[in-house]
């Protein structure tokens, strides 16, 4: 149990363009999701909170809308990256945590590569 | 502000050998301690965790002890495999609304 999946694991795109990650439970209802970035050989990087139904709560230094986090189920959270640069290139990872619970379960990641 | 300290890697153990990758923390309070483990190309799985001083963690051959004392929460393996390669996370969760603190990781290699 307690499955998290991400899509997609791996994507390319153009500087400039757009990109979405969706983030699912697969086996239980997260009240909480969480998006890290890890860039290579270093840690997680906690970049906003979502709560189902409520806006995301960014941490310092995160561009809030360049980072769009929505959170419209309790199934489902997904992170677009606007206008994507060479920079943001970066492995995302996503948690999920069920209500009441303070464990967090892990998505596989997504490695975003911009070109 | 609350951080966590890993030692530097890689480390490069041959098989069966014995593993210690420390971990400190600082924290106001008196937080939950976690061991993540992230095999290549995939995202992170909970090791063990301590909730309270003087806790063992422990799971796949792998354990920790909660020290309040010297705020430490080392991790040990007796006999580390091949599979055990991978990068290792210590993480703490104190009062700040849930959020998850890491470390910098610890690259395990484990040789034949």
């Known amino acids: 149990g307690a499955v998290v999946s991400q899509h997609p694991s791996w994507v390319i795109c153009k500087s400039g363009t757009s990109v979405k990650i969706e983030c699912r439970s697969l086996?239980?209802?997260?009240?909480?999701m969480f998006w890290y970035r890890q860039f290579p050989k270093q840690s997680l990087m906690l970049m906003a909170t979502s709560n189902e139904g409520s806006k995301a709560t960014y941490e310092q230094g995160v561009e809030k809308d360049k980072f769009l986090i929505n959170h419209a189920s309790l199934t489902l959270s997904t992170l677009t990256v606007t206008s994507a640069h060479p920079e943001d290139s970066s492995f995302y990872i996503c948690s999920a945590s069920p209500g009441g619970s303070y464990e967090q379960y892990f998505g596989p990641g997504t490695r975003l590569t911009v070109t | 502000g609350d951080s966590v300290t890993q030692m530097e890697g890689p480390v490069t153990l041959s098989e069966e050998a014995f593993l210690t990758i420390n971990c400190t923390y600082t924290?106001?309070?008196?937080?939950?301690l976690f061991w993540y483990v992230q095999y290549p190309g995939e995202g992170l799985q909970l090791l063990l965790k301590a909730t309270k001083a003087d806790d063992k963690g422990s799971n796949k051959g792998f354990e920790a002890t909660y020290r309040k004392e010297t705020t430490s929460f080392h991790l040990e393996k007796g006999s580390v495999q091949v599979s055990d390669s991978a990068v290792y996370f210590c993480?703490?969760?104190?009062?700040?609304?849930?959020?998850?603190?890491f470390g910098q990781g610890t690259e395990l290699s484990v040789k034949p």
């Open positions: 924290a106001t309070g008196y937080p939950s």
């Open positions: 086996d239980f209802q997260a009240t909480t």
């Open positions: 993480a703490q969760k104190g009062n700040q609304g849930g959020k998850l603190i």
